[in-house]
């Protein structure tokens, strides 16, 4: 089959690769989308069922584009995501591919050949926006799991009617395992939810969501090369939060109160026994720590502004509740473990990249998105450029520096090629 040609190949139709098509076809650079699935393919198939975006309704904007509704403070289940991001395809006219998997990018002398199952397209620029969430992210020490547990990761997870009767052991204490935490107690499963280094912080203060505190005092702004430590940034847990309709606040004192049992992060499986480190009281005070340094200077950026008057008083969540003795061990044998849920986080896939951009941990080589080969970007990672890079009102700001670098390398290689 013969090969097609373009401006720009951009993989993957989730918002972000949606927003940087916008931002090329403002600049009327020729290219398009390619898509394995649909439009918001993982929102479509990879996500649980009661599942609700943790940011408010009014912080999903995109290049031209926003919320409409009157409930700008709700949060969107998933069919509502969908329906956002398929609306958004629609009305920039992106013009994507769906049902074309992108099998391998080579690098040629003018630029890429991106092979994919429809056939192979040539391009001088590639964006890659295949998201930061293809691969459950599982610790080794899965493989010491006996037989006869259940195991499950978060994106093959809908629903606790999946799971055996019995308890479950929740591996990881950020937004997903809070969240399933939550729901498989409240199926009638006991769980144990292993505690490691997690982000706290309440759903609302002083009257106002996180969000809003995060966004108008510029933390989600950010930028990545205002940071001290970016590859340590990179790898901050997500935010302990969850979106309800009653704006609760979900985090392990709820938790416990809900009857959840703690323990320290998982260490270790030997012996069929999961060992919990003993670190759960200093991970629990170093989150209360930081929550209340973050809150404390959302504090002074309002006082600075003379906005003490206009919000509710400065009231602290209690420190977190830590169990006096929590368990170090727990049998995997005895059949009161019967499922393990890993929500340990995800990684991106790049098997299909075959340009040397990889590090030895398999991370892309980028800075702020321009990837260490010429003429190649990414969109959509974890700080990628700025804090709010992975959430999707990130994505536009990311896309429109990028775009911009995009047009200026074309502009360049054409003008180099005499073109
Ligand atoms: C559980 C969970 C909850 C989240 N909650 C929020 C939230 O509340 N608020 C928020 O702002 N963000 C949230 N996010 C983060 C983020 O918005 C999502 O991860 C989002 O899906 C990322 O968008 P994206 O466009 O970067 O990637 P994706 O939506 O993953 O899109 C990438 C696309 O690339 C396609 N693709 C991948 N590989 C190939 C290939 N080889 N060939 C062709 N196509 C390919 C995929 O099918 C997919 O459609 C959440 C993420 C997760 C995992």
């Given at each position: 089959m013969a090969s097609q040609r373009t401006a720009t190949v951009v993989i993957g139709a989730g918002h972000a690769g949606l927003a940087m098509s916008r931002c090329l076809s403002e600049r009327a650079i020729d290219h398009v989308l390619l898509e394995?699935?649909?439009?918001a393919n993982s929102w479509r198939t990879e996500r649980w069922d009661s599942l609700r975006l943790?940011?408010?309704?009014?912080?999903?904007?995109?290049p031209g584009y926003g919320y409409q509704g009157n409930d700008p403070d709700g949060y969107r289940t998933v069919p509502d995501v969908v329906d956002f991001i398929a609306r958004y395809a629609r009305e920039i006219d992106a013009p994507v591919r769906t049902g074309t998997t992108v099998a391998s990018v080579r690098a040629e002398c003018d630029g890429y050949r991106v092979a994919t199952d429809r056939g192979d397209w040539r391009c001088r620029t590639v964006v890659?926006?295949?998201?930061?969430?293809?691969v459950p992210d599982v610790p080794?020490?899965?493989?010491?799991v006996p037989a006869g547990v259940m195991t499950l990761t978060p994106m093959r997870?809908?629903?606790?009617?999946q799971l055996p009767e019995g308890g479950v052991l929740v591996v990881g204490a950020s937004a997903t395992g809070i969240q399933l935490a939550d729901e498989i107690h409240r199926s009638g499963r006991p769980v144990t939810l292993a505690v490691g280094e997690h982000i706290r912080v309440p759903r609302t203060y002083r009257g106002r969501d996180i969000s809003w505190w995060m966004d108008a005092t510029g933390v989600f702004d950010e930028r990545y090369d205002q940071v001290e430590d970016i590859e340590r940034a990179r790898r901050v847990p997500s935010l302990q939060l969850a979106g309800s309709s009653g704006r609760r606040t979900l985090d392990l004192n709820a938790l416990t109160a809900a009857g959840v049992r703690l323990a320290g992060r998982l260490a270790g499986i030997s012996d069929g026994k999961a060992q919990f480190s003993g670190s759960l009281r200093n991970m629990c005070a170093l989150s209360d720590l930081k929550m209340g340094r973050l809150l404390d200077s959302f504090d002074a950026w309002a006082t600075e502004r003379g906005l003490d008057g206009a919000l509710g008083g400065p009231a602290r969540p209690a420190p977190t509740a830590v169990p006096d003795s929590p368990p170090l061990m727990a049998s995997?044998?005895?059949?009161?473990?019967?499922t393990i849920l890993w929500a340990t986080g995800f990684r991106p896939d790049y098997?299909?990249?075959?340009?040397?951009?990889?590090?030895?941990?398999?991370r892309l080589r980028h800075d702020g998105g321009v990837v260490?080969?010429?003429?190649m970007y990414a969109l959509g990672?974890?700080?990628?450029?700025?804090?709010?890079?992975?959430l999707i009102d990130g994505a536009g700001d990311d896309a429109r520096d990028l775009s911009a670098h995009l047009d200026g390398y074309l502009a360049g290689s054409l003008a180099e090629a005499g073109a």
């Open positions: 394995r699935g649909e439009v943790l940011t408010p309704n009014w912080q999903s904007r995109l890659l926006a295949t998201g930061a969430c293809n080794a020490v899965a493989e010491a997870y809908r629903n606790p009617g995997l044998t005895d059949r009161t473990i019967r098997s299909w990249l075959e340009v040397p951009v990889l590090d030895r941990k398999g260490a080969a010429p003429g990672l974890q700080f990628l450029r700025r804090r709010k890079s992975a």
